[in-house]
């Protein structure tokens, strides 16, 4: 019988620091990294330029109040009722005499977080289902150096870990080629809007029209824009006008009306079938999903015609990506796996402030495609790594084979785009190299793939007088947090307490940003919902976990 500890091995991937670049320079391995040196070290392929020493705590500062959103209507006692998620384990930690490998797809998703923090806007705790590590890490920006000349540049640091002793916390980060706005490919952008009658919930199917409005003023002459919509049957309701055609879009967004059932797949299929009559080729072929997810007829119960759809759409070079609304009578499922199988992403605007940030801020990342199957591999040297555990993207795991074989699809990367890994890693007697980072990935067009492989040299790995920069510091919090939600084992010993001196031991500087400042304000509320007894104190509340028991990998 396995232990409660006996969960999914998956894959990693939360967004980290900018401190240690990975080159291309060799160097000398032995020379030490003088503690507080802020002059970068080059050192096997990697550059080390240290950030600033936290010496002490800045006074904790007031928190932003959170929104008072639209009250939800009670069903059943319950206030977000029919939210359909699914739980995909937490990673086990993994003895490097059995596996030296991980290996997972890229995600550079962030529905979970902000799923999370309207959870919590509301007072209510998030299911531990709908909380995925990567995207609570990849919510945050953390200021990595771009490529010079490569696709990617590649950032390690590790540190000792605050929570598990005897461990580090290693974090690799992957920095996606930047773009500039005006160089993006031209879009044929084609939305597929949902206006059934959960749509009218909430006011979901108006913050869509708000963010259409938004990204309307973004777009070039260049562009052109088709809107599909579907209830109980699919219509659409404007063919592809280039996007200096602004008052007859904005027309068409303003008619939109909600009614009927949801008939998604048609809606999708008729979708598609606009951006293939109107293919750019060499541009960028997208259509975008705006809905909460739910399907009561036109899909089966597997959901398998419409993936077929969406995987073979995505060979020919139209993708999907998937904008969630709504709270409660949501899938969180469906809309995941859309995005993941249409070479896409998937994102939950649950505010005008979030679209503004994904058709606004972040429009180029979001529609222009550098790379695609993009797979992430970590070889740990089994001489000097004992044990190693990801964090998150459990659902990304790729088996060790998988990593070179070009016919396995991963996940694709926009221009200026950052991914990252966070493992906790435990050293045998000393600190030594720790391993490789390899990057395999295709180019836009697919083909064959490229890879980069640089080391990971023990001169990343910050002694304890050494504090981590603080971006690291931050992923660290995000991290923490979202494993706290979800009930992880390897955080049981880790109080909010903690977490909330460990955000306000942030630079003031980083704290005072937008997003930095709703996290601490979001590690509150959360600390003020979660009831939740410890599954695995077995009644002995003060029980310390064994941070080097290795669960059996289901």
Same mark, same amino acid.
């Given at each position: 019988?396995?232990?409660?500890?006996?969960l999914?091995a998956?894959?990693?991937l939360?967004? @980290?620091p900018?401190l240690?670049?990975?080159?291309?320079?060799?160097?000398?391995?032995?020379?030490?990294?003088?503690?507080?040196s802020?002059?970068?070290?080059?050192?096997?392929?990697?550059?080390?330029?240290?950030?600033?020493?936290?010496?002490?705590?800045?006074?904790?500062?007031?928190? =932003?109040?959170?929104?008072d959103?639209?009250?939800?209507?009670?069903?059943?006692?319950?206030?977000?009722p029919?939210?359909?998620?699914e739980?995909y384990?937490?990673?086990?930690?993994?003895?490097?005499?059995?596996?030296?490998t991980?290996?997972?797809?890229?995600?550079v998703?962030?529905?979970?977080?902000?799923?999370?923090?309207?959870?919590?806007?509301?007072?209510?705790?998030?299911?531990?289902?709908?909380?995925?590590?990567?995207e609570?890490?990849?919510a945050?920006?953390?200021?990595?150096?771009?490529?010079?000349?490569?696709?990617?540049?590649?950032?390690?640091?590790?540190f000792?870990?605050?929570?598990?002793?005897?461990?580090?916390?290693l974090?690799?980060?992957?920095?996606g080629?930047?773009?500039?706005?005006?160089?993006?490919? =031209?879009?044929?952008? @084609?939305?597929?809007?949902?206006v059934?009658?959960?749509?009218?919930?909430?006011?979901?199917?108006?913050?869509?029209k708000?963010?259409?409005r938004?990204?309307?003023?973004?777009?070039?002459?260049s562009?052109t824009?088709?809107?599909?919509?579907?209830?109980?049957?699919?219509?659409?309701?404007?063919?592809?006008?280039?996007?200096?055609?602004?008052?007859?879009?904005?027309?068409?967004?303003?008619?939109?009306?909600?009614?009927?059932?949801?008939?998604?797949?048609?809606?999708?299929?008729?979708?598609?079938?606009?951006?293939?009559?109107h293919?750019?080729?060499?541009?960028i072929?997208?259509?975008i999903?705006?809905?909460?997810g739910v399907?009561?007829?036109?899909?089966?119960?597997?959901?398998?015609g419409?993936?077929?759809?969406?995987?073979?759409?995505?060979?020919?070079?139209?993708?999907?990506?998937?904008?969630?609304?709504?709270?409660?009578n949501y899938?969180?499922?469906?809309?995941?796996?859309?995005?993941?199988?249409?070479?896409g992403?998937?994102?939950?605007?649950?505010?005008?402030?979030?679209?503004?940030r994904?058709f606004v801020?972040?429009?180029t990342?979001t529609?222009?495609v550098?790379?695609?199957? @993009?797979?992430?591999?970590?070889?740990?040297? =089994?001489?000097?790594?004992?044990?190693?555990?990801?964090?998150?993207?459990?659902?990304?795991?790729?088996?060790?084979?998988?990593?070179?074989?070009?016919?396995?699809?991963?996940g694709e990367?926009?221009a200026?785009?950052?991914v990252?890994?966070?493992?906790?890693?435990?050293?045998?007697?000393?600190?030594?190299?720790?391993?490789?980072?390899?990057?395999?990935?295709?180019?836009?067009?697919?083909g064959?793939?490229?890879?980069?492989?640089?080391?990971?040299?023990?001169?990343?790995?910050?002694r304890?007088?050494?504090?981590?920069?603080?971006?690291?510091?931050?992923?660290?919090?995000?991290?923490?947090?979202?494993?706290?939600l979800?009930g992880?084992?390897?955080?049981?010993?880790v109080?909010?307490?903690?977490?909330?001196?460990?955000?306000?031991?942030?630079?003031?500087s980083?704290?005072?940003?937008?997003?930095?400042?709703e996290?601490?304000?979001l590690i509150?509320?959360?600390?003020?919902?979660?009831?939740?007894?410890?599954?695995?104190?077995?009644g002995?509340?003060?029980?310390?976990?064994?941070?080097?028991?290795? =669960?059996?990998?289901?």
């Amino acid at each position: 019988m396995p232990s409660p500890l006996c969960l999914r091995a998956g894959r990693l991937l939360a967004l @980290v620091p900018v401190l240690y670049l990975i080159t291309g320079c060799a160097s000398d391995a032995s020379a030490p990294r003088p503690a507080g040196s802020t002059d970068p070290v080059q050192i096997e392929e990697i550059t080390v330029t240290p950030g600033p020493i936290l010496r002490q705590r800045d006074e904790p500062e007031s928190l =932003p109040a959170l929104r008072d959103p639209t009250p939800l209507r009670i069903v059943n006692d319950d206030p977000v009722p029919d939210m359909y998620f699914e739980h995909y384990g937490v990673n086990p930690t993994i003895d490097t005499e059995e596996e030296t490998t991980s290996t997972f797809s890229i995600d550079v998703d962030s529905a979970s977080y902000s799923l999370t923090r309207a959870y919590l806007e509301r007072s209510q705790l998030v299911p531990e289902a709908a909380v995925r590590v990567e995207e609570f890490v990849n919510a945050f920006d953390y200021a990595y150096t771009p490529p010079r000349s490569d696709m990617f540049s590649l950032h390690a640091e590790a540190f000792p870990s605050p929570n598990r002793p005897g461990y580090h916390l290693l974090h690799l980060g992957v920095q996606g080629r930047e773009i500039e706005d005006r160089d993006r490919k =031209p879009a044929n952008l @084609v939305f597929v809007i949902d206006v059934s009658g959960s749509m009218d919930i909430e006011n979901r199917l108006g913050l869509v029209k708000q963010s259409l409005r938004l990204l309307i003023d973004e777009l070039r002459p260049s562009d052109t824009v088709g809107i599909v919509v579907y209830g109980t049957r699919a219509e659409a309701i404007l063919q592809p006008l280039g996007a200096a055609e602004r008052r007859t879009i904005l027309r068409a967004i303003d008619s939109i009306q909600a009614s009927g059932s949801t008939n998604a797949q048609a809606g999708i299929e008729l979708g598609y079938r606009m951006a293939a009559d109107h293919l750019l080729p060499g541009g960028i072929n997208r259509v975008i999903l705006c809905s909460d997810g739910v399907a009561n007829n036109g899909i089966s119960t597997s959901a398998d015609g419409i993936y077929e759809t969406v995987r073979k759409q995505a060979e020919r070079g139209i993708t999907i990506s998937t904008v969630g609304f709504g709270m409660g009578n949501y899938n969180d499922i469906l809309m995941e796996q859309l995005a993941q199988l249409g070479d896409g992403n998937y994102a939950y605007v649950d505010r005008r402030r979030e679209a503004k940030r994904l058709f606004v801020e972040e429009l180029t990342q979001t529609l222009q495609v550098i790379a695609k199957d @993009v797979k992430i591999q970590v070889e740990f040297d =089994p001489k000097t790594i004992a044990r190693f555990r990801l964090l998150g993207y459990e659902n990304r795991h790729l088996e060790r084979e998988e990593f070179d074989d070009d016919r396995v699809d991963a996940g694709e990367v926009g221009a200026g785009h950052a991914v990252t890994a966070l493992y906790e890693i435990k050293f045998r007697n000393v600190i030594a190299d720790i391993g490789w980072l390899r990057v395999r990935f295709k180019g836009p067009e697919g083909g064959s793939s490229e890879l980069i492989e640089k080391p990971i040299p023990a001169s990343i790995v910050h002694r304890p007088d050494d504090p981590a920069s603080p971006s690291v510091q931050l992923a660290y919090v995000a991290a923490s947090f979202a494993e706290k939600l979800r009930g992880s084992y390897w955080v049981r010993t880790v109080s909010y307490r903690q977490l909330r001196d460990r955000y306000a031991a942030l630079p003031r500087s980083l704290r005072r940003r937008e997003e930095v400042r709703e996290l601490g304000a979001l590690i509150k509320r959360a600390e003020q919902l979660d009831q939740r007894p410890d599954r695995f104190a077995n009644g002995q509340s003060d029980v310390a976990p064994d941070f080097d028991r290795v =669960p059996v990998l289901e």
